[in-house]
């Protein structure tokens, strides 16, 4: 059972669009998903002209499951692969989360991803709030799940300077909604936005978009390996960069 989120934002050159979306879905994810405790992951996008915005949302036994040494031995020693693609990253935000609230099982095309800077005395009431409201939502069929998550703000990330950073006197809140009408779920977003300002005057909005859904990776075998995971020479060879 998930008792903690790990959210992930970052922009992405388009002209990168396939290399990226390949190693993502090849050989970042798939490493990441053979650390003990790490139960699933979701890649949402935005598709620019100019650049990518991508979510990512992996559910977490404990947040531990952060520090534990195969996690960072994937973060301190990426392949040559992940390298590269690293140094086109932007506007990074990673926000470890503890779950306050999560309900619903269906999932959806597209989904309501939103994080908010509070004040830290009254985020708790502020996240009960929301939770009830979200719960109410699911039972309208305004949404099919949801994701509630209280974080602690600026939290070092040793790979990527952290976007938006915040007062230390405050909390983050995420939301995570998913629906399969884009109309109801922008409704219900605006909704959001209104009830926090009503429950709270919040410090900053880090993020509020609506992304489509573009992939789901399960759980792997305990047995998998990251070196038995990872990409395929003759997959790699398709991006002419990495064979210069």
Not at 4 to 14: F, G, H, I, Q, V
Not at 43 to 49: D, M, P, S, T
Not at 80 to 100: A, D, G, H, K
Not at 106 to 117: D, E, H, T
């Amino acid at each position: 059972m998930s008792k903690a989120l790990l959210a992930l934002w970052n922009d992405y050159p388009t002209s990168l669009t396939d290399e990226y979306e390949t190693w993502h879905s090849f050989e970042h994810v798939p490493e990441r998903m053979t650390t003990p405790g790490m139960l699933s992951a979701t890649r949402f996008g935005i598709l620019g002209e100019e650049r990518n915005r991508f979510f990512t949302l992996y559910a977490l036994e404990e947040l531990d499951v952060l520090q534990h040494p195969q996690y960072l031995d994937l973060v301190r020693h990426p392949t040559e692969w992940s390298v590269r693609m690293r140094q086109y990253f932007l506007n990074v935000l990673r926000i470890p989360t503890t779950i306050c609230s999560q309900e619903g099982s269906v999932r959806g095309g597209r989904a309501i991803v939103q994080a908010w800077s509070v004040e830290k005395a009254c985020a708790e009431g502020v996240a009960y709030r929301l939770g009830e409201m979200l719960k109410t939502a699911i039972g309208f069929g305004q949404i099919l799940n949801f994701s509630l998550g209280l974080a602690e703000p600026n939290q070092f990330y040793e790979v990527f300077e952290q976007s938006d950073m915040t007062d230390p006197d405050t909390l983050n809140v995420v939301i995570i909604a998913e629906g399969s009408n884009q109309k109801t779920l922008e409704t219900f977003r605006a909704d959001l936005k209104a009830a926090l300002l009503e429950f709270t005057r919040p410090r900053s909005c880090l993020r509020d978009d609506i992304f489509e859904l573009l992939a789901v990776y399960p759980k792997h075998d305990d047995r998998v390996t990251r070196a038995d995971l990872r990409a395929t020479t003759a997959l790699r060879a398709r991006f002419v960069s990495l064979t210069e």
